[in-house]
Nanobody
Framework: QVHLVESGGGSVQAGGSLRLSCVAS????????MGWFRQAPGKEREGVAG????????AYADSVKGRFTISRDNAKNTVYLQMNSLKPEDTAIYYC?????????????????????WGQGTQVTVSS
C-alpha cells in the first residue's frame, strides 16, 4: 500500500520560508516521478514543482520559479519543497503526488491526472 505523508506546513509572514517534506512508504520512491501541487480555496489544483526519479530533471510553475526548490533523497524515500520569499498568494494546501510511472514527461508534469497517489496535504498560510 502506497502512502505519502506531507509535513512542514504552517503560517509565516510574507518574505519568510518553509520547507515541506513528503515521506513515501509502500514502494521505493526512487522508481517514481514526484510532484508538488497546491490548491487554494475556490481554485483548481495546480502543479508547483516536479522532479524526475533521480532528481536530474526538475520543473517549476512560472509563479514559483526562483523562489521554490524541489529535491529528493531516495535513500530516505523523501521529497522536499523549499519555499523562500513566500507571498500571500502562495497560501494553499500543498500536496505531494506520485506519478504513475518512472518516465519524465515534460509536457504534462503539472497535470494532476497523471499522478496516481496523493498525500493528505499540508496547509501553508502566508500573511502580508
Amino acid at each position: 500500500q502506497v502512502h505519502l505523508v506531507e509535513s512542514g506546513g504552517g503560517s509565516v509572514q510574507a518574505g519568510g520560508s518553509l520547507r515541506l517534506s513528503c515521506v513515501a512508504s509502500g514502494y521505493s520512491s526512487g522508481n517514481a516521478v514526484m510532484g508538488w501541487f497546491r490548491q487554494a480555496p475556490g481554485k483548481e489544483r495546480e502543479g508547483v514543482a516536479g522532479i524526475s526519479t533521480i532528481g536530474a530533471i526538475t520543473a517549476y510553475a512560472d509563479s514559483v520559479k526562483g523562489r521554490f526548490t524541489i529535491s529528493r533523497d531516495n535513500a530516505k524515500n523523501t521529497v522536499y519543497l523549499q519555499m523562500n520569499s513566500l507571498k500571500p498568494e502562495d497560501t494553499a494546501i500543498y500536496y505531494c503526488a506520485r506519478r504513475s510511472g518512472s518516465l519524465w514527461v515534460q509536457r504534462d508534469w503539472a497535470s494532476p491526472g497523471v499522478y496516481n497517489y496523493w498525500g493528505q496535504g499540508t496547509q501553508v498560510t502566508v500573511s502580508s
